[in-house]
């Protein structure tokens, strides 16, 4: 099973990717980012799609298409997202159906969106976490495959409650990502290509 990695942060979440050996074959950024140099230090493939357009007419299924042209020109079977910055259309999860993942830093269906951490410290939960589940188009929505629970504790910035939930990402989503991979290899595939 080839990974195809999207991200578009500092990149630590792929960097556990990579430490945990998985078979990434290509990594996709959207922006020059960290992601992007730990990428390139592992001599792995990088294709920056760049995302030049943050306006409200962006063309997020010509953006789509594009990634999926990356991903497709590398034989990825199963897409992983460590911290992708653009909202995906259609065409990702028509051509990986059920296989792409994301991790999230909450515990879903709570604090959805690009700033959940933030979320978490307004509403002033005294629990929150990270979440590994199967995307789908609804964003931060679909199967989860795994949770854990992160305390928030008092005088937390976002910075030091998303370290603590990233440690817990580092460790979680790597795990998760082999058993579906596992699961996939065992169970045989029902991708696209067989339909
Ligand atoms: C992670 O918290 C991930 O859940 C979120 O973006 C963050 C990426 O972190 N979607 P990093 O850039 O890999 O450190």
Same mark, same amino acid.
């Given at each position: 099973?080839?990974?195809?990695?999207?991200?578009?942060?500092?990149?630590?979440?792929?960097? @556990? %990717? =990579?430490? #945990?050996?998985?078979?990434?074959?290509? /990594?996709?950024?959207?922006? &020059?980012? *960290?992601?992007?140099?730990?990428?390139?230090?592992?001599?792995?493939?990088?294709?920056?799609?760049?995302?030049?357009?943050?306006?409200?007419?962006?063309?997020?299924?010509?953006?789509?298409?594009?990634?999926?042209?990356?991903?497709?020109?590398?034989?990825?079977?199963?897409?992983?997202?460590?911290?992708?910055?653009?909202?995906?259309?259609?065409?990702?999860?028509?051509?990986?159906?059920?296989?792409?993942?994301?991790?999230?830093? @909450? %515990? =879903?269906? #709570?604090?959805?969106?690009?700033?959940? /951490?933030?979320?978490?410290? &307004?509403? *002033?939960?005294?629990?929150?976490?990270?979440?590994?589940?199967?995307?789908?188009?609804?964003?931060?929505?679909?199967?989860?495959?795994?949770?854990?629970?992160?305390?928030?504790?008092?005088?937390?910035?976002?910075?030091?409650?998303?370290?603590?939930?990233?440690?817990?990402?580092?460790?979680?989503?790597?795990?998760?990502?082999?058993?579906?991979?596992?699961?996939?290899?065992?169970?045989?595939?029902?991708?696209?290509?067989?339909?």
């Amino acid at each position: 099973m080839r990974i195809g990695a999207l991200a578009s942060g500092t990149g630590t979440i792929l960097e @556990a %990717l =990579l430490e #945990a050996d998985l078979a990434v074959a290509v /990594v996709v950024v959207d922006r &020059a980012c *960290g992601a992007e140099k730990v990428a390139e230090r592992a001599g792995l493939p990088v294709v920056r799609v760049e995302r030049r357009d943050f306006s409200k007419s962006f063309d997020r299924d010509g953006y789509t298409d594009a990634v999926v042209a990356a991903l497709v020109e590398h034989a990825v079977d199963v897409v992983a997202m460590a911290g992708f910055g653009t909202v995906l259309g259609p065409s990702v999860h028509e051509r990986f159906a059920g296989k792409v993942l994301n991790t999230h830093p @909450a %515990l =879903l269906p #709570a604090f959805k969106g690009w700033h959940a /951490v933030e979320g978490a410290i &307004a509403a *002033g939960v005294k629990v929150t976490g990270c979440t590994v589940h199967i995307a789908t188009l609804e964003v931060d929505d679909g199967p989860i495959l795994a949770q854990e629970a992160v305390p928030v504790l008092s005088g937390d910035t976002v910075e030091s409650l998303h370290e603590r939930i990233k440690q817990v990402e580092r460790r979680l989503y790597p795990a998760t990502v082999r058993e579906f991979i596992d699961a996939l290899e065992r169970d045989g595939t029902d991708g696209w290509e067989e339909r």
